[in-house]
C-alpha cells in the first residue's frame, strides 16, 4: 500500500531556478525528487504547495510524496537532509492521508518581504532583503496596505502568464487575510501578506508598487485606484526575488 508522505522543507533560493523542475537548471523540486530517488530507489514525483519563483526563499513549503517502501517518517527526514545539498532542509516529515495534496489542501499562505535601510549595507544581507539607501515613508505604505485586506481581483499585480486564461476557476480574484509591517532589526521592516492564495509574483509586485507610495510617487486613493485598474502596467516595479520569504502554509487539520 502506497504511503504519503507530507514534508516541510525550509530552503535559501538563491542557486536555484524556483521550486518547479528544468531541464538543465537547479531547482528545489528536482533536488528533492533526487533525493527521494536515492533514499527510496523509486521514482516519485514530490508536489509542492506553490512554485516559486528563482532567488525566493522559504521557511515552510509543504511538499508531498508516495512511496511504497516502509522507511518510518523520521528516517525518511534524517534520510533526506543527509542526501540533499545545505541550502535544502526537511524541517519535518509525516505520514499524510491519502488525499493530502500540498497545493488542493491548502486553505492560506504567508508571504514575507524584508526591506533593508542599513547604510553601508552589510553584504551578508544581500541575498535575502531589498537594500534601500533610502527610507521610504513606511507610514504611507501601511496605509496603502490596508486597501488590501478582503476579496478582490488582484489582475494589477498578476505576472504575464501566472494563469491560463481559459481555465474555469476564481480568475484573479483572491482574499487577503492580513497585511502589514513590522519592525527588522535597528534599519529595516518586514512586509508581511496573509492570503487564501497568490497569483505568480503578486506578492513582488505589491511591494514594487508600495515602495512607489512610499517614495511619494502614489497617494492611498492612487493606489486603490491602481488595484481597481485590473491592469499591470498601472501597477509599480516587480521587486527583487531575493527579498521575499514563504513563511507558511496552512490546513484545515
Same mark, same amino acid.
Given at each position: 500500500?502506497?504511503?504519503?508522505?507530507?514534508?516541510?522543507?525550509?530552503?535559501?533560493?538563491?542557486?536555484?531556478?524556483?521550486?518547479?523542475?528544468?531541464?538543465?537548471?537547479?531547482?528545489?523540486?528536482?533536488?528533492?525528487?533526487?533525493?527521494?530517488?536515492?533514499?527510496?530507489?523509486?521514482?516519485?514525483?514530490?508536489?509542492?504547495?506553490?512554485?516559486?519563483?528563482?532567488?525566493?526563499?522559504?521557511?515552510?513549503?509543504?511538499?508531498?510524496?508516495?512511496?511504497?517502501?516502509?522507511?518510518?517518517?523520521?528516517?525518511?527526514?534524517?534520510?533526506?537532509?543527509?542526501?540533499?545539498? @545545505? @541550502?535544502?532542509?526537511?524541517?519535518?516529515?509525516?505520514?499524510?492521508?491519502?488525499?493530502?495534496?500540498?497545493?488542493?489542501?491548502?486553505?492560506?499562505?504567508?508571504?514575507?518581504?524584508?526591506?533593508?535601510?542599513?547604510?553601508?549595507?552589510?553584504?551578508?544581507?544581500?541575498?535575502?532583503?531589498?537594500?534601500?539607501?533610502?527610507?521610504?515613508?513606511?507610514?504611507?505604505?501601511?496605509?496603502?496596505?490596508?486597501?488590501?485586506?478582503?476579496?478582490? @481581483?488582484?489582475?494589477?499585480?498578476?505576472?504575464?502568464?501566472?494563469?491560463?486564461?481559459?481555465?474555469?476557476?476564481?480568475?484573479?480574484?483572491?482574499?487577503?487575510?492580513?497585511?502589514?509591517?513590522?519592525?527588522?532589526?535597528?534599519?529595516?521592516?518586514?512586509?508581511?501578506?496573509?492570503?487564501?492564495?497568490?497569483?505568480?509574483?503578486?506578492?513582488?509586485?505589491?511591494?514594487?508598487?508600495?515602495?512607489?507610495?512610499?517614495?511619494?510617487?502614489?497617494?492611498?486613493?492612487? =493606489?486603490?485606484?491602481?488595484?481597481?485598474?485590473?491592469?499591470?502596467?498601472?501597477?509599480?516595479?516587480?521587486?527583487?526575488?531575493?527579498?521575499? =520569504?514563504?513563511?507558511?502554509?496552512?490546513?484545515?487539520?
Amino acid at each position: 500500500m502506497k504511503r504519503n508522505i507530507a514534508l516541510e522543507v525550509a530552503f535559501d533560493g538563491t542557486a536555484y531556478c524556483g521550486w518547479q523542475r528544468q531541464k538543465e537548471q537547479r531547482t528545489i523540486q528536482g533536488e528533492l525528487e533526487a533525493a527521494v530517488i536515492r533514499l527510496t530507489g523509486e521514482n516519485s514525483s514530490v508536489h509542492g504547495a506553490g512554485r516559486t519563483d528563482a532567488g525566493v526563499h522559504a521557511l515552510a513549503m509543504t511538499a508531498a510524496f508516495f512511496t511504497e517502501g516502509n522507511i518510518p517518517a523520521d528516517g525518511i527526514l534524517r534520510g533526506l537532509n543527509s542526501i540533499l545539498p @545545505d @541550502d535544502i532542509v526537511v524541517i519535518r516529515a509525516i505520514d499524510a492521508g491519502a488525499d493530502f495534496h500540498p497545493r488542493k489542501s491548502a486553505v492560506g499562505k504567508v508571504y514575507a518581504y524584508r526591506l533593508s535601510f542599513a547604510f553601508p549595507a552589510l553584504p551578508t544581507e544581500r541575498l535575502y532583503c531589498w537594500q534601500m539607501s533610502v527610507k521610504p515613508d513606511i507610514e504611507a505604505m501601511q496605509t496603502c496596505m490596508a486597501r488590501l485586506v478582503g476579496r478582490h @481581483d488582484f489582475s494589477s499585480f498578476e505576472a504575464s502568464g501566472s494563469r491560463d486564461p481559459r481555465a474555469e476557476g476564481r480568475g484573479a480574484v483572491r482574499t487577503i487575510f492580513t497585511a502589514g509591517l513590522a519592525p527588522s532589526g535597528d534599519d529595516g521592516v518586514i512586509i508581511r501578506v496573509s492570503g487564501d492564495g497568490f497569483l505568480r509574483h503578486m506578492v513582488r509586485n505589491i511591494v514594487g508598487t508600495l515602495i512607489e507610495a512610499g517614495r511619494g510617487r502614489m497617494s492611498a486613493e492612487e =493606489f486603490a485606484a491602481v488595484m481597481a485598474a485590473k491592469d499591470r502596467a498601472a501597477a509599480g516595479p516587480t521587486a527583487p526575488a531575493r527579498g521575499l =520569504f514563504l513563511e507558511k502554509v496552512f490546513y484545515k487539520f
